[in-house]
């Protein structure tokens, strides 16, 4: 049976196999492993690409969160307003420091953060809020960023948006934005890594220093810290993937308009809800993600994954409904819009080397599933 994976990793090594080889020989010749010259070239290659004026590499996305939360004052008992529709790392990123999660609903359409939900959480002990960029698109920033009182900073989670711009602004201007570069991102690498990304100059040397045991000099400590740093393997394949990101988006872009196509007879019908794209937004797609309407989701992804079909559920629990994180008091019919979000979402394969062909044999497997 051909296979059509939910992210081919395969196709994407094939475009800069002979680069990442070379780039590794170098690395292996002058023992750069952690730091060193491809790490501080990729950090500026990639601030320059995201907007910002820095861009401090560190071990992995969650890293990332927890590093940009630290640098804006986020401490043991504030409380950090999150949605109740993420990545879970989102939510441990806010635990590992000691800080208590707030939750908020998303939006019912584009299933990001619900700016109003956002600032109705805010109470006297909040000290963060993070909108997260979900499925390749940007919350809006600027919806809370004028709104939020000055005590409570924007820590944005950017793990899955590399390369997305809402009116023209870009994760990590005027604020502070956490990436991920695990492999299956927009721009990934070939293990864990992440990014900080901001203009503020104060905050990207804290993060700098917290993420080296306090101090950028060897033995200096200024304040508590840890090791997330990156390593200089994968910023080679970084700095290689880069390179074709801005054409790997627009593939994808591509890819999820003839999806629209394909889908729209399913979606007349009422039988799928095609994924919305919030206004002023330059989508990335990092997910395709539509709704199955009166049908058993879980029945289709099983179908679709029987035929050889990589779909899968961005997530398949919300925040407050999973066993980690029901100390934290929410129950059932808190946040609704993720709930019912949650219960009916189903990701198609997306990546930029995916066929029309196979995007029909998607559509097709995925008509078949509904009408059972
Ligand atoms: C929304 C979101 N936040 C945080 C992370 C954490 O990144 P990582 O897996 O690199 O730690 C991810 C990705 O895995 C993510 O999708």
Same mark, same amino acid.
């Given at each position: 049976?051909?296979?059509?994976? +939910?992210?081919?990793?395969?196709?994407?090594?094939?475009?800069? !196999?002979?680069?990442?080889? /070379?780039?590794?020989?170098?690395?292996?010749?002058?023992?750069?492993?952690?730091?060193?010259?491809?790490?501080?070239?990729?950090?500026?290659?990639?601030?320059?690409?995201?907007?910002?004026?820095?861009?401090?590499?560190?071990?992995?996305?969650?890293?990332?969160?927890?590093?940009?939360?630290?640098?804006?004052?986020?401490?043991?008992?504030?409380?950090v307003v999150?949605?109740?529709?993420?990545?879970?790392?989102?939510?441990?990123?806010?635990?590992?420091? *000691?800080?208590?999660?707030? +939750?908020?609903?998303?939006?019912?359409?584009?299933? $990001?953060?619900?700016?109003?939900?956002?600032?109705?959480?805010v109470?006297?002990?909040t000290r963060a809020v &993070?909108?997260?960029? %979900?499925?390749?698109?940007?919350?809006?920033?600027? /919806?809370l960023?004028?709104?939020l009182p000055d005590r409570v900073r924007v820590?944005?989670?950017?793990?899955?948006?590399?390369?997305?711009?809402?009116?023209?602004?870009?994760?990590?201007?005027?604020?502070?934005?956490?990436?991920?570069?695990?492999?299956?991102?927009? $721009?990934?690498?070939?293990?864990?890594?992440?990014? &900080?990304?901001?203009?503020?100059?104060?905050?990207?040397? $804290?993060?700098?220093?917290?993420?080296?045991?306090?101090?950028?000099?060897?033995?200096?400590?200024?304040?508590?810290?840890?090791?997330?740093?990156?390593?200089? $393997?994968?910023?080679?394949? +970084?700095?290689?993937?880069?390179?074709?990101?801005?054409?790997?988006? /627009?593939?994808?872009?591509? =890819?999820?308009?003839?999806?629209?196509?394909?889908? !729209?007879? %399913?979606?007349?019908?009422?039988? &799928?809800? %095609?994924?919305?794209?919030?206004?002023?937004?330059?989508? &990335?797609?990092?997910?395709?993600?539509?709704?199955?309407?009166?049908?058993?989701?879980?029945?289709?992804?099983?179908?679709?994954?029987?035929?050889?079909? *990589?779909?899968?559920?961005?997530?398949? =629990?919300?925040?407050?409904?999973?066993?980690?994180?029901?100390?934290?008091?929410?129950?059932?019919?808190?946040?609704?819009? =993720?709930?019912?979000?949650?219960?009916?979402?189903?990701?198609?394969?997306?990546?930029?080397?995916?066929?029309?062909?196979?995007?029909?044999?998607?559509?097709?497997?995925?008509?078949?599933?509904?009408?059972?």
């Amino acid at each position: 049976m051909n296979r059509i994976p +939910l992210v081919d990793l395969k196709a994407a090594h094939e475009e800069v !196999a002979d680069e990442v080889r /070379a780039g590794f020989e170098r690395i292996l010749a002058d023992t750069a492993f952690v730091g060193g010259e491809e790490v501080r070239c990729f950090e500026r290659e990639y601030a320059q690409f995201g907007g910002v004026a820095h861009c401090v590499g560190v071990a992995n996305g969650t890293d990332a969160v927890e590093l940009a939360l630290r640098a804006s004052g986020v401490g043991v008992g504030d409380e950090v307003v999150v949605p109740a529709n993420t990545f879970i790392a989102t939510v441990g990123a806010v635990a590992r420091i *000691g800080a208590r999660p707030v +939750l908020a609903d998303c939006l019912p359409d584009s299933h $990001l953060l619900d700016p109003q939900a956002a600032l109705d959480a805010v109470g006297p002990a909040t000290r963060a809020v &993070v909108p997260v960029h %979900l499925y390749g698109q940007l919350a809006d920033v600027t /919806a809370l960023t004028d709104r939020l009182p000055d005590r409570v900073r924007v820590v944005e989670d950017a793990a899955q948006c590399q390369g997305a711009t809402r009116d023209g602004r870009t994760p990590g201007s005027g604020s502070i934005a956490a990436t991920s570069f695990y492999p299956g991102k927009n $721009l990934g690498a070939y293990g864990d890594a992440g990014a &900080v990304l901001t203009d503020d100059e104060e905050r990207a040397g $804290l993060v700098r220093a917290i993420a080296n045991h306090g101090g950028v000099a060897k033995y200096r400590h200024d304040v508590p810290g840890f090791n997330s740093r990156l390593d200089g $393997l994968q910023a080679v394949v +970084l700095r290689a993937k880069l390179s074709r990101l801005a054409d790997g988006n /627009a593939a994808r872009r591509a =890819a999820a308009a003839r999806y629209d196509a394909m889908l !729209a007879d %399913l979606a007349t019908a009422g039988r &799928v809800v %095609l994924p919305a794209t919030a206004p002023g937004n330059v989508h &990335v797609w990092h997910l395709y993600v539509v709704q199955v309407a009166g049908a058993d989701r879980d029945d289709i992804v099983g179908k679709l994954n029987a035929e050889g079909i *990589g779909a899968g559920v961005h997530y398949p =629990a919300p925040v407050h409904l999973t066993p980690a994180y029901r100390q934290l008091g929410y129950g059932r019919g808190d946040f609704p819009n =993720a709930e019912k979000a949650t219960d009916r979402i189903l990701s198609l394969p997306l990546y930029p080397q995916i066929t029309p062909d196979q995007q029909q044999r998607v559509v097709n497997t995925l008509a078949d599933a509904i009408r059972g």
